[in-house]
């Protein structure tokens, strides 16, 4: 969990090779009782984005995320 100001962003790590989109059922129950503006999936290799009612979801692989974290 990230905490920006108000905001409450939701992170999931999983150290494994993604095939698919699924979503854990912690982070979909997460989702939908607190409807945060994004959630993050860290994960090895896949890159998507998804819309879950209000909330972007976005599959990062962690190299994308330590060049984001690099820039700052």
Known sequence: MIEAGQ???PV???FKHLKQDKVPASLR???DKYN???AYIIN???SKTLK???TTLFFMP???LLRQTAVL
């Open 7 to 9: 905001r409450l962003i």
């Open 12 to 14: 999931e790590v999983k």
């Open 29 to 31: 129950s997460f989702i």
């Open 36 to 38: 945060p503006e994004q």
């Open 44 to 46: 090895l290799d896949l």
């Open 52 to 54: 879950i009612k209000k």
């Open 62 to 64: 962690f190299h994308e």
